[in-house]
């Protein structure tokens, strides 16, 4: 168990929906990452948020956003969704020290 | 920007075999390395990491790995492996200069058959 918290781990949607990832971190840790991994592309990072604040931007989407809450928790935004969206969305809290990532167990998200 | 390149996309092995995954990264003066794998349905789990000091890096269930600043690798290496060790496997940087995210590499499918 790494202690990140991700749900739900399965989503299926319409092309054109919306949905909402949450994720909640380590406890101590103020760092969060979103990554996607899809068979094409592999692990891609998306963004990261550093105690409520965006600190990094990675090949998000415009159609993607994202937040952090004063309990340092996360959401991950992903609106009028595409086939291609479909995909395993794992968050990842950050280690202070060693910059190690913690990796939630993922939501899959399948838009047919 | 940093890269990460996994040079093998697929390695499939017998049972205790001997295996090394190889991993290179584009030049830094300063960088943190990471080896993470993830099982089948999993989410990515830490192997080991090189943080500073020795350039041999004991990790857990039997792997290794060796820092080589000059030839900027990371491979990992396993002496005998077994059909458990069968997953995918993540090699990733954190350039410390740049500040950036964990730039990971595009992994490698470990096959253990008996």
């Known amino acids: 168990d790494s202690g990140v918290t991700q749900t739900p781990k399965h989503l299926i949607t319409a092309t054109g929906q919306r949905v909402t990832l949450r994720c909640s971190p380590r406890?101590?840790?103020?760092?969060v990452y979103w990554y996607q991994q899809s068979l094409d592309q592999g692990l891609q990072f998306l963004i990261q948020?550093?105690?409520?604040?965006?600190?990094a931007k990675g090949n998000i989407l415009e159609r993607f956003s994202a937040q952090q809450f004063p309990d340092l928790h996360s959401e991950l935004n992903l609106s009028s969704l595409e086939l291609g969206d479909s995909a395993l969305y794992f968050c990842?809290?950050?280690?202070?020290?060693?910059?190690?990532?913690?990796f939630g167990e993922g939501s899959r998200l399948t838009v047919l | 920007a940093q890269s990460v390149t996994q040079l093998d996309s697929q390695v499939p092995v017998f049972e205790e075999a001997p295996v090394e995954l190889r991993c290179n990264y584009s030049?830094?003066?300063?960088?943190?390395l990471f080896w993470y794998v993830q099982y089948p349905n999993q989410g990515l789990q830490l192997l080991l990491k090189?943080?500073?000091?020795?350039?041999l890096v004991k990790g857990i269930n039997g792997f290794e790995a060796e820092f080589n600043k000059s030839q900027t690798s990371f491979h990992l290496r396993k002496p005998s492996v077994h059909i458990s060790d069968t997953a995918e496997y993540f090699c990733?940087?954190?350039?410390?200069?740049?500040?950036?995210?964990?730039?990971f590499g595009k992994g490698t499918t470990l096959s253990v058959s008996s």
């Open positions: 990842a809290s950050e280690d202070r020290v060693t910059g190690e990532l913690f």
């Open positions: 406890s101590g840790d103020l760092s």
């Open positions: 948020y550093y105690n409520g604040e965006e600190r």
């Open positions: 030049s830094s003066v300063s960088v943190y």
């Open positions: 090189y943080l500073s000091g020795s350039t």
């Open positions: 990733a940087v954190s350039d410390l200069e740049a500040g950036t995210a964990l730039i």
